[in-house]
């Protein structure tokens, strides 16, 4: 990593230039389930996955076992576990599905043939494809993939996973609504490779069909927050 030096692009900011090595900035952990050519299922980590309508698109690793199984058996749950499951996340962590482990793989990492096993969570049946979810995720999308492509370094491929349901722990829903609470549902999200979930709310958007505290505007105790 390079040493850090003034950004004179922005002269007078007080910002530096750096180079991380890299740039999860904040984005939700997925465990994603995928069938393996033999029958048997897999469950990888991952933590770089966004939404666009019912379409959520993931980055996965060109020589993962999740890449091959997506190309050719595109069906898959998108599992989100809440924050106080990270520990089981982190287990997967150094696992992989693939045999021999690739070579672009992580030093320490090792060959797992039961990652469900393995990370300490169950699996449970879907309704709509043959990848089982994960028994204990808040959140599980059942999804079709629809175009699995390179991206433009090779090292990664980019897949468009199309949800057809949603399950969704009661926990976490309004009541009689078919909405998700946001004041009830934590995401774990994976900042600069640490695990944290979500803080109090500061407000909401305009389009939000859940408002609260006036429609956007901050709750008790958020005022002049920075």
């Not at 230039?17 to 897999?42: Q, R």
């Not at 976490?172 to 609504?177: A, Y």
């Amino acid at each position: 990593m390079t040493t850090a030096h003034t950004d004179t692009s922005s002269a007078g900011t007080g910002h530096v230039a750096i180079e991380p090595s890299i740039l999860y900035f904040g984005t939700p952990v997925v465990l994603l389930s995928t069938e393996n050519p033999d029958g048997t299922f897999n469950l990888a980590p991952m933590s770089s996955a966004w939404a666009l309508g019912r379409l959520v698109v993931l980055g996965l690793g060109a020589g993962g076992q999740t890449a091959r199984n997506l190309a050719e058996r595109p069906e898959a749950v998108i599992n989100l576990p809440s924050p106080g499951q990270w520990r089981h996340v982190e287990r997967l962590a150094p696992l992989t599905g693939r045999y021999p482990v690739p070579e672009d793989k992580p030093a320490g990492c090792r060959f797992e043939p039961d990652k469900f096993a393995a990370s300490g969570l169950l699996p449970e049946p879907s309704l709509a494809v043959r990848p089982p979810r994960v028994a204990r995720c808040p959140l599980q999308l059942e999804a079709r993939v629809q175009r699995v492509r390179p991206d433009g370094s090779g090292a990664f491929v980019i897949a468009e996973a199309l949800v057809e349901r949603v399950h969704a722990h009661p926990d976490i829903v309004v009541p009689g609504t078919q909405h998700v609470d946001p004041d009830a549902w934590s995401p774990l999200v994976y900042n600069f490779r640490h695990y944290f979930g979500l803080g109090p709310e500061r407000g909401c958007s305009h389009r939000s069909e859940t408002p609260r505290g006036g429609g956007g505007a901050p709750r008790a105790g958020t005022a002049g927050a920075p």
